[in-house]
């Protein structure tokens, strides 16, 4: 099984903690401490992905296939 690992980008800017997934865009999350942060961002990185693989599904219909692949 492949372990897809991706890239937080994280600052604090004043009172808060804010940062961006650098490879799925639309992933980014604000939090008042940095480990809330990166608690958010796995779980909104989770459900985009999530969402994403049941776009693709659902725009491939029927007799689709799937194969996994690398970059």
Known sequence: MLENKYTAVVKQDGDWWIGW???????????????????????TLGEALEFNREDARRMAG??????????
């Open 21 to 43: 997934i650098e490879e799925v865009p639309g992933v980014n999350c604000q939090e008042s401490t940095r480990d809330e942060l990166l608690e958010s961002l796995r779980l």
């Open 62 to 71: 029927v007799n689709f296939e799937e194969a996994l692949i690398a970059a």
